[in-house]
């Protein structure tokens, strides 16, 4: 599957952005889909992930209760709605998909295909 991240951008403090993954193929549906994102000098680290219908979803403490993971498997594409941004949360944001049967994981290693990633950044 190949993976299109899109909406990043930059915005202040307090603001929201939206991102959009659109995934290629037709077994959309049979991934678990994540968000990762990697701050300039650091490691990439696990922001949010989304199981294969939709029902379930996972949260990084940090942006818990400010972002929201959604899918929509009738256009193959995977969202991030991100409110009340912080500085810190300026980073390249990568959406990635992964094809193994188990359940959701937040370890980078675990995900198969990655998209090109979108930079965001916020400014104080």
């Known amino acids: 599957v190949q993976l299109q991240a899109s909406g990043g951008g930059l915005v202040q403090a307090g603001g929201s952005l939206r991102l959009s993954c659109a995934a290629s193929?037709?077994?959309?549906?049979?991934?678990?889909m994540g968000w990762f994102r990697q701050a300039l000098g650091k490691e990439r680290e696990f922001v949010a992930a989304?199981?294969?219908?939709?029902?379930?979803?996972y949260y990084a403490d940090s942006v818990k209760g400010r972002f929201t993971i959604s899918r929509d498997n009738a256009k193959n594409t995977v969202y991030l709605q991100m409110n009340s941004l912080k500085p810190e949360d300026t980073a390249v944001y990568y959406c990635a998909a992964d094809s193994s049967p188990l359940i959701v994981s937040s370890r980078p290693n675990r995900y198969d295909y990655w998209g090109q990633g979108t930079q965001v950044t916020v400014s104080s």
């Open positions: 193929g037709r077994t959309f549906s049979t991934y678990i």
């Open positions: 989304i199981s294969r219908s939709g029902g379930s979803t």
